[in-house]
């Protein structure tokens, strides 16, 4: 097998319990996004669109639906002879089995995936970020900078720090401290769970970890980078200075939606020059009847529109019958909203039914935006009143 210089390793074992019902039948990178997506055609495109034609995608939780859904890796390109996507999943060995205990032991764990293909550099990705980024970039800066390790950052606001390791830079952009979650951050360069690893190094670590902490979380944050720090290898921050969302509430996946309206959208999915990726079964054109109001929205093939439709996000197989109303909601797929139902800021799952004259998200006892949530298969029956803020399923 002919030795390739970087290759990557996809965490998409998540559970995303902060989705709630959301995620409660599927893995987090499986979750519809935008329509036509699902999160994990995000680093999957980027993946392809870098170059990088090597992809093990390591899953855990639920994962029947993602892993029928990569398939062979065709719709990125990446159904390789050589290379290709493999998934990952926890398996057992000849001392026996466990769970992926953190993103570092995930790694450790499928060592000898990676050795096979003896790359130079391994880049480590989440499955369940929104943003278009050409790794083959920051594998230059990386090369250019003499890294050992390179980190994904982006400005976070100050107080969202907590939320997420903060690097502490210099003016070459080398990190001289990282603070995981730390309570008084001393910067707002957050890691975007991003990495560039030379393997040699990392392989290192890994194992010495793994054979002295039996008790070790198994984390990059936790674990590896800091005994990397601790031992001064090169670590370099590489800036991103573009879109990026961890829709990892149900606040925020509800805003990456909003932030794909408008002539001048936040993250642009029409742009050709970096095609986000999917998996594309033929479905019936939309129909739009005479009677039909659509504004600001985007709507998928296979939709059947009678009603109002406005600043909304509504997927293939969606049903608004005559003198229904969604306004600035996500609506998944082939779900069906009936004649006199009204919508409103919220998150509607797959195969729901909302039943007539219903009211979803539209009464608010205060003036904070609230986002409902209805979670797949659920019926709601004829004229039920769903305050705003409330949780379905």
């Known amino acids: 097998m002919p030795k390739e210089e970087m290759i990557a390793m996809l965490l998409a074992g998540g559970k995303g319990t902060r989705l709630g019902v959301l995620t409660r039948d599927i893995a987090k990178p499986a979750v519809p996004f935008g329509a036509e997506y699902r999160l994990i055609d995000f680093p999957l495109s980027n993946c392809s669109n870098s170059g990088i034609n090597t992809v093990g995608v390591l899953t855990q939780y639920k994962p029947l639906i993602l892993n029928s859904y990569i398939g062979s890796g065709s719709s990125w390109d990446l159904d390789r002879h050589n290379g290709g996507v493999t998934v990952l999943p926890p398996y057992v060995k000849e001392g026996g089995g466990s769970w992926y205990k953190g993103t570092a032991d995930a790694i450790y764990q499928n060592i000898e995936f990676i050795d096979i293909h003896d790359p130079e550099y391994v ?134 939606h909003m932030d794909l309206l408008g002539e001048n959208p936040e993250l642009d999915l029409q742009d050709r020059n970096w095609i986000i990726y999917s998996v594309n079964p033929n479905r019936p054109p939309q129909y739009l009847s005479e009677d039909a109001v659509v504004d600001n929205s985007m709507i998928n093939k296979g939709t059947q529109i009678m009603g109002t439709v406005k600043n909304s996000v509504l997927f293939f197989g969606v049903k608004v019958a005559r003198d229904a109303v969604v306004e600035d909601s996500v609506i998944l797929p082939n779900t069906r909203i009936r004649s006199g139902a009204k919508i409103k800021n919220s998150i509607v799952g797959r195969n729901v039914i909302i039943e007539k004259d219903s009211q979803i998200g539209l009464e608010n006892e205060d003036q904070d935006l609230k986002i409902t949530v209805i979670g797949d298969d659920e019926v709601i029956p004829e004229a039920s009143n769903i305050k705003a803020g409330m949780v379905v399923g």
């Open 123 to 256: 880049l480590v990705l989440s499955g369940d970020h929104i943003y278009k980024m050409d790794y083959s970039e920051m594998l230059n800066y990386h090369k250019n900078k003499n890294a050992d390790v390179t980190i994904g950052v982006l400005e976070v606001p100050w107080e969202e720090t907590h939320r997420f390791g903060i690097m502490n830079t210099n003016q070459d952009q080398k990190i001289i401290e990282f603070q995981e979650k730390p309570e008084n951050a001393k910067n707002n360069l957050a890691s975007m769970g991003i990495y560039i690893f030379n393997w040699e190094y990392l392989k290192k670590y890994l194992e010495a970890e793994a054979e002295a902490n039996d008790d070790s979380a198994g984390d990059f944050g936790h674990d590896i980078i800091p005994e990397m720090m601790a031992d001064e290898l090169n670590f370099y921050a590489y800036t991103f200075k573009d879109y990026w969302k961890d829709v990892g509430t149900v606040e925020s996946y509800w805003q990456a």
